[in-house]
């Protein structure tokens, strides 16, 4: 190899080191004031979930969809009404396409801060008719969240989105 050739082999190596070493940047940990300001907004139980994008958890790939449905808490009362795509266990009619509505009471609501995520988790159980979703909503800093929902009639599935 010549000098020329060493010269670009040598540039090429550190550059791609400096990109190794800047993504392995460790980003600064969540503030005590960011995490009470999380942990009371799910403790006062008044907000409302907004989805952006919807995963479902049988192919891994998301899809963006405008405006895929709301999740609302007023106290232990949850107004859901998102888009639902997935396979299912009940039966239906053909042409329709049931989402996931429930107006009701959430039942079994837990909430904890979960540091490896750095999210607060909030834990919580409907009905709808006989369906019984268990619903895990992930807020991060930022009012960004994500709700992952299963059924005992259908697929899991996930919703990415913002709180408001």
Do not use: H
């Not at 000098?3 to 940990?29: D, H, Q, R």
Request: proline share 1%; net charge neutral; with cysteine.
């Amino acid at each position: 190899m010549n000098n020329t050739g060493k010269i670009i082999y040598s540039l090429f190596l550190s550059v791609n080191l400096l990109l190794l070493m800047g993504c392995g940047a460790s980003k600064e940990p969540i503030t005590e004031a960011t995490w009470e300001q999380m942990e009371n907004m799910v403790e006062g139980q008044n907000f409302t979930f907004v989805a952006k994008t919807i995963e479902t958890m049988r192919t891994g790939s998301a899809n963006r969809i405008d405006n895929p449905g709301y999740l609302k808490f007023e106290g232990d009362q949850v107004d859901m009404d998102l888009r639902y795509f997935g396979s299912s266990q009940m039966s239906r009619s053909y042409g329709t396409a049931e989402g996931l509505r429930v107006v009701g009471t959430a039942k079994d609501l837990s909430s904890s801060r979960n540091t490896a995520t750095e999210s607060v988790d909030l834990k919580f159980s409907v009905v709808n008719k006989s369906e019984t979703l268990q619903c895990n909503l992930r807020i991060y800093s930022g009012k960004r969240a994500v709700l992952d929902v299963n059924s005992n009639l259908r697929s899991s599935i996930r919703y990415d989105g913002i709180i408001q």
